[in-house]
């Protein structure tokens, strides 16, 4: 879907090539001060500059509107046809997807561990007031009457515990399982970054397009000023932070640039 | 206690601060479940007397008629956003002496410095351990509050 590497290009050849040639001939008409032939020489000047425009806005007309056909990029709503779900807002509706499915694993992993955590929590104190009695017993420090209390808190305390492992590990299982969004929203997030890459393409193709048109044209554009992003707004996780010196990669580093303000 | 326990609890309670377990705290995050992992977190610090927000516009009339005690907020939230809230408490008279730690992904050095001369009492930068958690937690009432 990607147009042709540089469309333009044969036309602002073909362009310039006849300019010089009626440069020169303008030239000659002016010195020999043939000015209606100079006159006409300006004019199909102008035609050749014309219609390499009208050939170049063309092509870009063509392949803007092959790129909007390509991506079904909703232009339902502008153009008043009905068309269906664009593959941008397809994208978009695959990202909220992703987003849903995080959403819903995190909070059924945390679920999970809340439950188990107070189970596991109760083993633990049962077993260490247990152990502390157990002690003792083996210190020949309890009495027949406390043995048999000890001995039925032994028993009640294996049940116990053979419940509860046999649920935590259940609730481990699950939380496992809630896992499995990695795979979906992988392969989700995989198709969006290709559609953006085809998009990328395409956009780069009529970048080189249009630079034709001013070419030919002759039009410069000024710098317009580059969208300058204020600190202020937030930017949100950064990339490959081990490589950059503009980003910290880790807590160290904020406490060391903390205390180096004084922190 | 169990110290065989695997319970996070212990590992945490290890180094004793005194810190008022019963103060109130406000979580200020967009997303629900960071919300929910951070109040996990402080409730096995011990500090279960926490309430949510999930931007800056919900927070502020909350701090300014709840009485209190800790911030601890995100940066990167629609409406109004973690420095701009951290800012409207530095602003505000009855709010500006209150302890701010900021949990969050924005990781670029401009910007920890941006919060530093606004006032934040603590950086985390998100993903954080339970065990960073603590540490700014207990260095903030360090500060604040000298034995």
Known sequence: ?263 | MNLQSANLHFLLVCTEVYLDKNMKILIVDDFSTMRRIIKNLLRDLGFTNTAEADDGNTALPMLQSGNFDFLVTDWNMPGMNGIELLRAVRADERLKQMPVLMVTAEAKRDQIIEAAQAGVSGYVVKPFTAVALKEKIEKIFERVQPK
């Open chain 1, 1 to 263: 879907m990607a147009l042709s590497k540089d469309p333009g290009q044969a036309t602002a050849q073909q362009f310039e090539h006849s300019l010089k040639e009626h440069a020169l001939q303008l030239v000659d008409y002016l010195e020999s001060g043939n000015f209606s032939e100079a006159v006409l020489v300006v004019h199909a000047i102008n035609q050749a500059r014309d219609r390499g425009l009208y050939h170049e806005v063309g092509q870009l007309t063509r392949a803007l509107h092959n790129a909007i056909v390509n991506f079904q990029i909703d232009t339902s709503h502008a153009l008043g046809d009905r068309g269906e779900a664009s593959r941008i807002s397809d994208a978009s509706d695959r990202l909220d997807y992703v987003v849903q499915l995080t959403d819903r694993a995190a909070n059924r992993t945390m679920d999970l561990v809340e439950s188990s955590a107070p189970m596991v929590a109760d083993i633990g104190q049962e077993a260490a007031a247990l152990s502390a009695e157990w002690a003792r017993l083996q210190r020949r420090e309890m009495a027949a009457e406390e043995f048999r209390d000890l001995s039925r808190r032994i028993g009640a305390f294996l049940t116990r515990t053979e419940q509860s492992a046999s649920t935590v590990s259940t609730q481990l299982n699950d939380i496992m399982i809630a896992q499995d969004y990695q795979d979906l929203t992988g392969q989700v997030i995989k198709r969006v970054t290709t559609l953006v890459h085809d998009v990328e393409e395409s956009l780069v193709s009529l970048v080189r397009m249009a630079g034709t048109v001013d070419r030919i044209a002759g039009i410069e554009h000024g710098e317009e000023g580059q969208a300058k992003k204020a600190p202020e707004k937030g930017e949100g996780p950064q990339m490959h932070a081990d490589t950059r010196e503009d980003v910290v990669s880790g807590q160290d580093e904020v406490d060391d640039l903390l205390s180096s303000l004084g922190f």
